[in-house]
């Protein structure tokens, strides 16, 4: 029986890949067959629910933010496809309102720093996200307005990037390598969850899937289109970089030269959440299967026709 190796991000209580604030909690987890069964990994960065209480106490709505900062519960989506799968799984543990995976180290809002007062240049180095409110750390949201009663310390800011951002995307980089020299290929599903974007009836159905490549950028376009073929042909409403055609994650890790693709996927909550869209409704297991078979008819596409593909398909 082929085994499964977890790595927890925690080598030691105080190690990077530990979440600051809490002494033995993984920042992340990593969780693949010693086979490598399939070219595929699945990444989860916005799935983290632990929030030490220094960080809770010091959001002005905890519970709101919370919410509507996670991919709500879309982890259980990608746990039960990787069981079936045998796709590798690498899951956040820290909340994105800690810090979020999906964005440049440098996509900074050096306003929420206390005495930040960088340089001309790294403050040119902010991108569009740090200025709309979500950036590295998250700042405000629609509706809401300012999450955070206090300013981050740099020392804080500091921390979260050596102890969550940047092990977790050694291990996403290690794996895709690993992935890559045995099949030849490998594929990254950055897995993300989306609030409903219109009416599903009607004349033009928002979709319930969107499929991100970075227009073209992060993977190889006959994967892409393989993915919005395989949806299509099974009912699915599904759109193609919007309004999400991914981020940080893609463009980081994606180097179809190298060959290693990055797409990435939004779920829509209200397919596998309850009707508040906070905890796990009677949707999950429909969406589980659809997920499964995407990612089984992609890493047939990644593999290709290759001696490795036709023995794990055997």
């Not at 200025?131 to 998250?138: E, T």
């Not at 045995?182 to 009836?201: I, N, R, V, Y």
Request: hydrophobic residues 40%.
């Amino acid at each position: 029986m082929d085994q499964i190796e977890t790595t927890r991000g925690d080598s030691a209580h105080t190690a990077p890949g530990t979440i600051p604030g809490t002494t033995a909690i993984p920042a992340f987890s990593l969780q693949r067959h010693q086979s490598l069964a399939l070219p595929v990994l699945i990444a989860v960065p916005h799935a983290g629910r632990h929030y030490p209480d220094a960080l809770a106490g010091r959001l002005r709505h905890p519970r709101e933010a919370s919410l509507r900062l996670e991919d709500r519960f879309i982890d259980l989506v990608a746990k039960a496809v990787s069981r079936t799968t045998g796709a590798a799984l690498l899951v956040a543990h820290a909340p994105r309102a800690m810090i979020d995976l999906n964005r440049s180290p440098d996509d900074v809002d050096w306003d929420m720093v206390v005495g930040g007062k960088p340089n001309q240049r790294a403050r040119m180095a902010a991108g569009c996200r740090s200025r709309s409110g979500l950036g590295l750390v998250p700042r405000r949201l629609p509706g809401l307005g300012e999450l955070w009663s206090t300013q981050l310390t740099a020392a804080e800011l500091a921390e979260r990037v050596a102890q969550v951002h940047e092990p977790y995307h050694a291990t996403l980089a290690i794996t895709l390598e690993a992935l890559r020299d045995k099949w030849g290929a490998a594929l990254l599903l950055d897995l993300h969850s989306m609030p409903p974007l219109g009416p599903k009836t009607g004349a033009d159905p928002a979709a319930d899937y969107v499929i991100g490549d970075r227009f073209g950028a992060s993977c190889e376009g006959r994967v892409t289109m393989a993915a919005l073929d395989w949806l299509a042909a099974n009912g699915v409403r599904a759109a193609h970089n919007r309004p999400y055609a991914g981020g940080y994650g893609l463009d980081r890790h994606g180097n179809p030269a190298r060959g290693i693709g990055a797409l990435q996927l939004e779920v829509c909550r209200s397919l596998y959440l309850d009707l508040a869209m906070r905890e796990p409704g009677v949707g999950l297991g429909g969406t589980v299967a659809l997920v499964t078979g995407l990612v089984r008819r992609l890493a047939g596409e990644i593999a290709g026709g290759s001696a490795h593909w036709k023995q794990a398909a055997e």
